[in-house]
């Protein structure tokens, strides 16, 4: 694909829930409402509320929790005292998505639009099912999740746009910060496959990495810092998040290697399935996107030279402040990730090239 250098700024502003509760961004959750089956350092704030509830409080609150069954896909609401909703949990999968503090993610150097979300997309110890609100490990988990501002999915997804600080761990790997897509090809140019692909997360990390296969990986040094859009996924999913990682492209206990072995290999509950033509192998376009909720892996086949093998992969946003469904992903065009519009509108709702090569989608 095509690239240029990025410029991407994942911003805030430090608003409260409240005032912020008009920008919800998943229609996912507005529908569970009713029962049925500047700167150029980029930063991402969020308001938080004061610890004032003692643990007898927090226990009192728990307790008055209400779990609704709903459909398309399966799923457990989980409504407060009000009726509000603070969780979806959806069968088969261990992606929540939990209500917070709101948040503000930006990118002026690309977009007008701004994701406003008090979605935070986390991952459960174990697959939800129907009635593990009554299981040991979910009450555990739920407490010390449920307004939880650590670092989730769609934080980590932000925290290697172009400028984002870096960040070392205790052993000195970098594992934050501005990421590249991939060096430059050789043979590329302007508009024509500026930049290699096939660059992992470990490539980015710059140390070997044994996968869930018991295969080790050694990076490539002329990689470091870079990763393709699989390569986002399966560092913010797996490496940051805790998923299981395969090395290759392959069904098993773990995220398989490629967007099209993500998509067709891997794990997760299908919210918009993969669906061909009759009689072919072309790959169509989902009549409908609303069963999209934020932390959702989206696939597409924009490259006509891969023929029906879906070739980008990124994770679901929720609504912009315009109302349009955004995504972010690690693009060729941005040289590393973005949910801005350099190369092509981030949105999956009008006739720009990912929207109209958008064939899939799934919850981890």
Not at 32 to 47: E, K, M, W, Y
Not at 77 to 104: E, I, K, N, W, Y
Not at 121 to 137: H, I, N, S, T, Y
Request: proline share 7%; aromatic share 8%.
């Amino acid at each position: 694909m095509p690239v240029t250098r990025k410029s991407l700024l994942s911003g805030g502003l430090a608003v409260t829930l409240l005032a912020a509760s008009g920008y919800l961004t998943v229609q996912l959750r507005d529908r569970d409402r009713q029962p049925a089956a500047g700167s150029n350092a980029p930063l991402i704030t969020a308001a938080v509320p004061s610890p004032t509830a003692d643990a007898g409080t927090a226990r009192a609150a728990a307790a008055q929790y209400r779990y609704e069954r709903l459909a398309g896909p399966d799923r457990t609401v989980v409504r407060d005292a009000r009726g509000g909703v603070v969780a979806t949990l959806t069968d088969s999968a261990r992606t929540a998505v939990l209500a917070g503090p709101s948040r503000t993610f930006a990118e002026p150097g690309t977009t007008a639009a701004t994701v406003v979300t008090d979605s935070w997309v986390r991952l459960m110890p174990q697959a939800w099912k129907q009635g593990a609100e009554q299981e040991a490990w979910f009450r555990t988990w739920f407490q010390q999740a449920l307004g939880s501002t650590a670092d989730d999915v769609l934080a980590a997804a932000g925290q290697y746009v172009a400028g984002a600080p870096a960040e070392k761990d205790a052993k000195g790997v970098r594992f934050k910060g501005d990421a590249s897509f991939g060096p430059l090809n050789p043979s590329g140019s302007v508009g024509n496959d500026l930049r290699l692909e096939q660059t992992d997360f470990f490539d980015y990390l710059g140390v070997p990495y044994t996968f869930a296969d018991k295969v080790t990986r050694q990076p490539d040094k002329t990689r470091y810092g870079s990763f393709d859009c699989s390569g986002f996924v399966r560092m913010v999913y797996g490496y940051r998040s805790g998923y299981p990682l395969l090395s290759k492209d392959a069904a098993g206990p773990g995220l398989p290697r490629t967007a099209n072995g993500l998509a067709r290999l891997g794990p997760g509950v299908p919210v918009i399935p993969l669906t061909t033509a009759a009689g072919s192998e072309t790959t169509l376009r989902p009549a409908s996107i609303d069963p999209l909720q934020p932390g959702d892996l989206v696939f597409f086949e924009i490259d006509a030279r891969t023929g029906a093998r879906l070739d980008h992969t990124g994770i679901y946003l929720g609504l912009d402040t315009d109302g349009h469904p955004r995504y972010i992903s690690s693009r060729e065009e941005a040289d590393g990730p973005t949910f801005g519009d350099k190369g092509g509108t981030a949105r999956l709702d009008d006739n720009g090239m990912y929207a109209k090569g958008l064939r899939s989608a799934k919850r981890l």
